[in-house]
């Protein structure tokens, strides 16, 4: 049972536009998500993050958006550049009861593609 | 630079071999990970420490044995593994408590291949 998904494997935009990112979700538990960015051979890079108290943080060229009654967020990199082209993780997790560590579950990722 | 480090960077090792991996992390974090991830896949959560204590198993076969000898350190010893175990093996730190507690930090992570 997935309970993090990201629908779309990879997505080309031209640089300068805007990238559009989605992640949805299904454990109502999940009480903060946040987005990794990966280049290959190397390890998940910390983006943003947003607390499901938030529906919007921002950062920079990059915001993530959280819309709780879909259980859906999205990350929109603006503008987007080259060196934005890798691979782009959401991932959420909660507060469990019997436990302070954050567990993280990972979506699938999708692989971004900014042309020059 | 990245705070969190791994060693090696690459590994081979035979079905019979025993090795180690070795995870630093510079970041005061009380908590660390071992994931591991096969390609075009997510990363897959395998053991949590917290406070130096093994928090979270995550079913993980015997063959794989973590320990944390001090806050900052994390190693994995690996033991009559399988080719199937080959893949990329990541290191993660995160406060163990506070606002931002879920925010874990990556390292660069150790390609093993099992022959």
């Known amino acids: 049972d997935q309970q993090v998904k990201q629908n779309s494997p990879s997505l080309s935009v031209q640089e300068g536009r805007i990238s559009i990112l989605n992640c949805d979700y299904t454990?109502?538990?999940?009480?903060?998500f946040l987005w990794y960015k990966k280049y290959p051979a190397e390890g998940p890079t910390f983006l943003i993050s947003?607390?499901?108290?938030?529906d919007k943080n921002e950062d920079g060229r990059f915001t993530v958006f959280l819309n709780k009654s879909a259980k859906h967020l999205s990350l929109h990199i603006v503008p987007s550049q080259p060196g934005d082209s890798a691979v782009y993780f959401c991932?959420?997790?909660?507060?469990?009861?019997?436990?302070?560590?954050?567990?993280?579950?990972f979506g699938q990722g999708t692989t971004l593609q900014v042309k020059p | 630079d990245t705070e969190v480090t791994q060693t090696p960077k690459h590994l081979v090792m035979g079905m019979t071999n025993k090795k180690s991996l070795k995870c630093e992390q510079h970041?005061?974090?009380?908590?660390m990970y071992w994931y591991k991830q096969k390609a075009k896949k997510p990363p897959e959560l395998m053991f949590v420490?917290?406070?130096?204590?093994?928090?979270i198993n995550e079913s993980v076969p015997s063959r794989f044995s973590p320990e944390c000898p001090n806050s900052s350190l994390l190693n994995l010893h690996l033991h009559a593994l399988q080719p199937e175990d080959s893949a990329l093996y990541l290191c993660?730190?995160?406060?163990?408590?506070?606002?931002?507690?879920?925010?874990?930090?990556f390292g660069p992570g150790t390609r093993l291949t099992v022959t």
């Open positions: 420490y917290s406070y130096e204590k093994l928090s």
């Open positions: 993660a730190s995160s406060q163990e408590s506070g606002p931002r507690f879920y925010e874990q930090y």
């Open positions: 454990n109502s538990m999940f009480d903060y």
């Open positions: 970041m005061g974090h009380r908590a």
């Open positions: 991932a959420a997790s909660s507060n469990q009861a019997s436990s302070n560590t954050g567990k993280l579950i």
């Open positions: 947003i607390s499901s108290i938030k």
